[in-house]
């Protein structure tokens, strides 16, 4: 079974997302995908990863991984070249689940949990959706009034007690906040004054008081922060109990990661920001994480991310797949969460999965109660709606075998 075509769908309602079908001389039609600059990440597939891969055999995911990821630029970090190898691997691991009529988790060695526990990222309707991706701080409020009812990015800012309450009652028993941006946006990551600290920490103070220790909460710091102004804000978290502190510096230097943990009495969870094993491998050997974070669509696709655990698990750290960002992605991540012995826990978007997830994809995970379930279909189990690729703005690009 050759690759025959690779064609890129972009939709001018979610302008941040690029699809990606790759086709096979078999009939089969494997899904991928990869968030932001999707422009850029459809003209590297059309014009270098295409004239690559074209006429190759379609299930031979590890050698072709190697060969985008093994080129002269774009080896390593989440760039546009990694982001659309990521794209291609997730659907190349689709065309194999349905050559083997085997759903995704089972290609991967099989089910190692029979569910996983979720947690909740408290982001709004339009958290991601605007023209130039995810911003911190307040961004998108407002804009949604009636978009749902889980507004959350807004409720965990000024109702988090409430919010809490609101996810345990579905089961819901760890949530992601970060109140904390508005002031590294300030002083440019170099400070917090004690005004802002405590401005900051309001949210985790009414989560506990509300619900004491039944709601895990995750604090995510965005890579905003220098060591030194993280290491104030981690020091006021700790009487709080974080669940996890998120990429509190740039990924750039494992040792002062390593320096902050050390100094520090909170876990740290990094990074959907890294890409490829061998900077994961860094950051283990530096003793600098405690949960290792990975994004499927950016680290190099389901095969990468499949070796980036078992790294993980080399070193006794547990893996939590990211996914805020798109339903390909959640997908996936779900298999692969559903496979590696070491997951911890799949993030999850309530306001996501509950809405635009199921206006793009034909079928979703089922989360209930908590947890998330296995999809019984081959491959992702999943397919893009055939009303969104008729829409009329659905823009595709089709590159073929000549």
């Not at 899904?31 to 031979?60: N, S």
């Not at 947690?119 to 998108?140: H, M």
Request: glycine share 8%.
């Amino acid at each position: 079974m050759k690759i025959s075509a690779f064609e890129t769908i972009k939709l001018g309602e979610f302008p941040n997302l690029l699809w990606l079908h790759i086709h096979t001389d078999e009939g089969l039609v494997g899904l991928g995908e990869t968030f932001f600059g999707p422009r850029a990440v459809e003209a590297h597939i059309h014009e270098t990863v295409a004239p690559l891969l074209l006429g190759k055999p379609a299930l031979q995911m590890d050698r072709h991984a190697q060969t985008l990821q093994n080129q002269y630029l774009g080896f390593s970090g989440s760039g546009v070249e990694m982001r659309a190898a990521s794209a291609v691997d997730i659907a190349l691991w689709d065309v194999f689940g349905q050559a083997t009529g085997q759903p995704l988790h089972q290609c991967l060695g099989g089910l190692s949990h029979e569910k996983v526990r979720v947690y909740n990222t408290c982001a709004g309707y339009r958290y991601i959706r605007a023209e130039g991706g995810q911003k911190t701080g307040n961004w998108g409020i407002g804009t949604d009034s009636a978009a749902g009812p889980y507004e959350d990015l807004d409720a965990f800012l000024h109702r988090a007690d409430e919010l809490a309450q609101s996810l345990l009652e579905q089961g819901v028993t760890a949530m992601k906040i970060w109140p904390f941006d508005f002031a590294a946006e300030t002083s440019g990551g170099y400070s917090i004054s004690a005004v802002e600290l405590d401005r900051a920490l309001v949210p985790f103070r009414k989560i506990r008081d509300a619900v004491g220790g039944k709601m895990d909460i995750m604090a995510e710091l965005h890579s905003l922060w220098t060591p030194r102004a993280a290491e104030v804000v981690l020091r006021a978290l700790a009487p709080l109990q974080p669940f996890w502190v998120e990429d509190p510096i740039k990924m750039v230097n494992a040792d002062l990661l390593a320096g902050l943990r050390a100094r520090t009495n909170v876990p740290i969870c990094a990074s959907e920001t890294l890409a490829t094993r061998r900077a994961f491998r860094e950051f283990l050997a530096a003793d600098a994480l405690d949960v290792v974070m990975l994004d499927l669509s950016w680290c190099g696709g389901i095969g990468e991310a499949k070796k980036i655990a078992t790294l993980a698990e080399a070193w006794g750290r547990p893996v939590a797949p990211h996914d805020c960002t798109g339903p390909v992605v959640l997908t996936a991540s779900v298999h692969l969460s559903l496979n590696c012995p070491n997951t911890l826990v799949q993030e999850t978007v309530r306001a996501f999965t509950t809405g635009w997830y199921r206006e793009v994809l034909t079928d979703l995970p089922e989360i209930r109660d908590g947890f998330v379930y296995p999809m019984a279909g081959p491959g992702l189990g999943t397919k893009l709606r055939p009303d969104r690729l008729s829409a009329a703005d659905c823009e595709r690009r089709v590159t073929r075998l000549c």
